[in-house]
């Protein structure tokens, strides 16, 4: 059974940078997938951040672009986001999922982690 | 980027109604498209993935249909713990896109 779990700071001052880490138990994170995290809030709703694959390739959402990265340690297992210059803007659940792909193609997000609230506070 | 927009926003129905929730995508995403059922507190779990692929594990009163910029979600038989919010996300293009979500409640 594939777990996540995210961990990280759950408050971070306006200005600095959001750092949350994703353990994936049951599978390996050099395995055929995407590694992604996604962000909810009650006005914007779900907002895809970004991806990343073993190889290290990735892929941003251009609204966030400038300020995420995204990246993997294969001896740990996981794989982290780095959002900088956040501001109350960015308070929200943060969850990290696995990118699972069909034979044609299709993506969809399986499993996700439990989730992790981050607060953008002074 | 493909805005996704789901009717109704929410929904009032009665166990062992059947519903429906739709969600039009505003371009073409072949069947990129993916639903997902989220409980309060809760992350949200995948039912149907490439629109009619029910998930294993899913029960098969779920289903899916539709193609290019329409898409429904079908409950057959509504059960006490279907109560929760649904979303529909597609997958066809970066950056992955999401519905406002559609909360159904017990009437």
Known sequence: QVQLQESGPGLVKP????????????????SSNWWSWVRQTPGKGLEWIGEMYHSGSTN???SLRSRVTISIDKSKNQFSLKLTSVTAADTAVYYCARVVTSSWNVGWFDPWGQGALVTVSS | DIQMTQSPSSLSASVGDRVSITCRASQSISTYLNWYQQQEGKAP????YA??????????RFSGS???TDFTLTIS???PEDFSTY?????????YTFGQGTKLEIK
């Open chain 2, 66 to 68: 539709g193609s290019g």
């Open chain 1, 15 to 30: 200005s600095g940078t959001l750092s949350l880490t994703c353990d994936v138990s049951g599978d390996s994170i050099s």
């Open chain 2, 77 to 79: 038989s509504l059960q």
């Open chain 2, 45 to 48: 779990k995948v039912l149907i």
């Open chain 2, 51 to 60: 629109a009619s692929g029910l998930q294993s594990g899913v029960p098969s």
């Open chain 2, 87 to 95: 979303f529909c996300q597609q997958s066809y293009s970066i950056p």
């Open chain 1, 60 to 62: 941003y959402n251009p």
